[in-house]
């Protein structure tokens, strides 16, 4: 039986995976269609490879390489994927591989809308818990640093508000 992830960062490796699999999934489904895709056994080494990271090494990457895209997250742009993929997936270790992925967003059947929705709700998620993360490392400091990001904390956070409005009305 899977444990349930009880950090932050936990729960981050967690969607970090499922996005991974939906990945993988689109690409095994469309491939014979577009040969250009990601072999499968690419994606499968990058998700065995995935699940070796610590959470929290997974997540600080994450923050390093894509706190100046998380406006375009919130946006839900899409060209998101297609111009910026490379700059935050490539701290994981994945290079020039990640250009083969972009393929998935620019032919014209391969990403629906669902789909794509699915991803935004994940990258938000993931987003929302890197702030959770960064808040929770902040404690009683002034400032935490990932890298060359750094974030200082002022005297009022409101982070909450800013992304509950992203969420889509029913």
């Not at 995935?50 to 994450?62: G, H, N, R, S, V």
Request: net charge positive; aromatic share 12%.
């Amino acid at each position: 039986m899977a444990q349930i992830p009880t950090t932050v960062q936990e729960r981050f490796k967690k969607n970090v995976e499922a996005i991974a699999q939906v990945i993988q999934n689109h690409i095994i489904r469309h491939r014979p269609k577009y040969p250009n895709l990601p072999d499968p056994k690419l994606i499968e080494a990058g998700k065995t490879m995935l699940e070796t990271y610590d959470a929290e090494k997974l997540i600080q990457i994450f923050i390093r390489h894509s706190k100046p895209y998380w406006p375009e997250i919130k946006k839900r742009n899409k060209d998101f994927f297609v111009t910026s993929a490379d700059k935050i997936f490539g701290g994981f270790g994945f290079g020039d591989k990640v250009e083969s992925f972009k393929l998935l967003f620019t032919a014209p059947d391969v990403i629906d809308g669902q789909t794509l929705t699915m991803f935004y709700d994940k990258f938000q998620e993931m987003v929302r818990q890197c702030l959770v993360y960064i808040l929770e490392k902040l404690g009683n400091n002034k400032s935490i640093s990932f890298g060359d990001v750094k974030f200082v904390k002022e005297e009022t956070v409101t982070l909450k508000t800013e992304w509950d409005s992203t969420k889509p009305k029913k």
